[in-house]
């Protein structure tokens, strides 16, 4: 049976978010990271969406993103950026398979207030975890 087609609103801002497969350590290495944040900015302009926080940890990712003009970029944005992540990881680890848990998650945020509340969750992510004691100190964020 077929997916229904997501219908995301032109101009909005969207939480956007997945973690590993089988919740296993997807980013596990710093330059795991490195590449899927690389996939981020490689394609934001190509599909016209604004990237405006993300938080990359070892099983799960946090993107908030605002939409442009054609909002169905989104999912464009969304799969280059995924497949691209699994096809380079799978070929570098000799593996083959899924690394996301099925398809992203993505929450509009409608108020100014949640796309706040969305800002806050994703920068303090690694604090709530115990990775690091503030924010600042966690480098694979950005808001």
């Known amino acids: 049976m077929a997916r229904a087609p997501r219908n995301y609103k032109s101009n909005s801002y969207y939480h956007v978010y997945n973690r590993g497969n089988n919740k296993e350590e997807v980013f596990k290495y710093a330059e795991?990271?490195?590449l899927f944040i690389n996939q981020l900015y490689k394609n934001k302009d190509l599909c016209e969406v604004r990237l405006v926080s993300y938080c990359i940890m070892d099983n799960h990712f946090h993107l908030l993103i605002k939409t442009g003009k054609d909002p169905i970029k989104l999912s464009n944005f969304m799969q280059r950026v995924t497949t691209s992540y699994a096809v380079n990881i799978n070929k570098k680890r000799n593996r083959?398979?899924?690394?996301?848990?099925g398809r992203y998650n993505a929450n509009y945020l409608p108020y100014k207030k949640n796309v706040i509340r969305v800002q806050s969750y994703i920068r303090q992510n690694p604090v709530r975890d115990g990775i690091v004691k503030?924010?600042?100190d966690y480098r694979w964020t950005k808001v």
Do not use: A, L, R, Y
């Open 32 to 34: 795991d990271k490195q």
């Open 96 to 101: 083959v398979g899924h690394i996301f848990q």
């Open 134 to 136: 503030k924010p600042s």
